[in-house]
Every structure is written in structure tokens, then in C-alpha cells.
């Protein structure tokens, strides 16, 4: 039914804290990544793994295709409504992983857009049809004042998957354990 990811976790960098240790990374509700870091400045990252439309592979798979689903009303940025603006900056491949800058504009829990930058560092484990993506990200600010854009982007090229494994576990809520009884979201 899927792909269970081993050593999949990045190098966060020491200003960030982490909130959520995961044992999947793949979440029954995409609004709920399995690894989330935040600064205290606001720089953030997460861990998104997402199917791959058939046929394709990082390479010839269209940018629309991390938009769409990275930047969804049901995906990390979209808490508040769909992310506006949206613009890729720039996409390229090193290596066997796949980089796309792009610019947006979210909104914040009081209802104002903030215009912000994200980087999707993309691998496609050997074996899977899944992508698993590294997005970080800050505000457009931060992003052109040049610190956050080096940790960032140092944090993203950290990213690797040591080995994959098939799973007869299915990719339903029913299956996350961050959802069962007890649990913070419970």
C-alpha cells in the first residue's frame, strides 16, 4: 500500500526547534506534517511526501505539480486559506535532487497576506512512486536579507533517504498514530 522511508530526517539547524518526532512521513491530513521545524524568527520547515503522477519522475514532472501540492488549501501553507502570488522563481536539478524556489503570498491568522519564499528540495527514493520534499521557508524580508535563505538552503541539501521498505499499512487517518486515542490531536 506505500513506502515506509528510513533515515529520511535532514540536519535542522540548532535555531530551530522540533516539534513533532515522526514514525511515518506521510500523513493521513496533509495539514499535519510528520516533521515540523520552527525558529523563533519564523523560518520553518516540514516534510511532505506525496505521489508522483504516472509516468513521471523528477525530472520531467512540471513545477505545477509541487504548487498544486504544496501550496493547496489543505497543505502546510493553506491554514488560512490558499496561498495568493504563488510564483516559481526558479527550478533546477543537483544531483538526484530536485529544487524549486518559489514566492508567495499566505495569510496570517488575523487575516493579512504576508508575502513569503519557500524552497522545495525534492527526492524520488529509489523503488517508490512517492516524492518526499523538504519545503523551508520565511518571509520574502528575511529571505532577501540572506541568513535565512544560507540556513535554509543548507538545511535542504542535507536531504537524503537512507532506504525505503513496502508497507501493507494504509494511508488513512485510521492508520496515523498521532491520531489514535490519547493523543495531542485527540
Request: glycine residues 10%; proline residues 6%.
Amino acid at each position: 500500500k506505500g513506502m515506509y522511508y528510513d533515515g529520511v530526517l535532514p540536519r535542522f539547524p540548532a535555531s530551530c526547534t522540533r516539534l513533532l518526532t515522526p514514525l511515518c512521513v506521510r500523513a493521513a491530513d496533509p495539514r499535519v506534517p510528520a516533521v515540523e521545524v520552527r525558529s523563533k524568527d519564523g523560518d520553518g520547515a516540514f516534510l511532505q511526501v506525496e505521489r508522483m503522477p504516472s509516468g513521471r519522475s523528477l525530472e520531467n514532472v512540471p513545477t505545477d505539480f509541487f504548487v498544486s501540492t504544496v501550496f493547496s488549501s489543505q497543505g502546510r501553507f493553506g491554514a488560512y486559506g490558499t496561498p495568493a502570488d504563488v510564483s516559481v522563481v526558479k527550478s533546477e536539478m543537483k544531483g538526484g535532487t530536485r529544487y524549486v524556489d518559489i514566492g508567495f503570498s499566505a495569510l496570517t491568522p488575523n487575516g493579512s497576506e504576508q508575502r513569503r519564499h519557500a524552497v522545495v528540495a525534492a527526492v524520488m527514493p529509489q523503488g517508490s512512486e512517492d516524492c518526499v520534499m523538504l519545503v523551508g521557508g520565511t518571509t520574502e524580508l528575511r529571505w532577501k536579507k540572506g541568513k535565512s535563505q544560507e540556513a535554509i538552503r543548507g538545511m535542504l541539501d542535507t536531504l537524503t533517504v537512507d532506504n525505503t521498505r513496502q508497507t501493507k499499512i494504509p494511508r488513512t487517518i485510521q492508520s496515523d498514530y498521532r491520531y489514535s486515542e490519547g493523543t495531542l490531536f485527540q
